[in-house]
Nanobody, 124 residues
Framework: EVQLVESGGGLLQAGGSRKLSCAASGSIFNEYAIAWFRHAPGKEREAVAWMSSDDGITHCADSVKGRFTITIDNANNTAFLQMNNMEPEDTALYYC?????????????????WGQGTQVTVSS
């Protein structure tokens, strides 16, 4: 089984940037899809960025388009979420998730392995 550990969260001001990391260990998939989700209090969990290891095409939610970017470093089994020009509305617990089927998807029930999350708080 794959274990995921997120890091990089913290407190920052609006307009700032932050890069989250998601380190994978254990039974790493040769082909996979990976996604970043976030869950804010009182809101549904939502996917913010997702991609497949096969085609390298990245996708992101409209709410973060042009500000957030997902990347993967296969050599180090790590995924990243670069977040720029952050807004108070980006405050949430951020999770990474992965699955062994390399079809990128924003649907949380498609993913089997999840990290514990890292908190990001953006002040105005």
């Amino acid at each position: 089984e794959v274990q995921l550990v997120e890091s990089g969260g913290g407190l920052l001001q609006a307009g700032g940037s932050r890069k989250l990391s998601c380190a994978a260990s254990g039974s790493i998939f040769n082909e996979y899809a990976i996604a970043w989700f976030r869950h804010a209090p009182g809101k549904e969990r939502e996917a913010v960025a997702w991609m497949s290891s096969d085609d390298g095409i990245t996708h992101c939610a409209d709410s973060v388009k042009g500000r957030f970017t997902i990347t993967i470093d296969n050599a180090n089994n790590t995924a990243f979420l670069q977040m720029n020009n952050m807004e108070p509305e980006d405050t949430a617990l951020y999770y990474c998730a992965t699955k062994g089927c390399p079809v990128a998807s924003p649907l949380d029930d498609h993913y089997k392995q999840w990290g514990q999350g890292t908190q990001v708080t953006v002040s105005s």
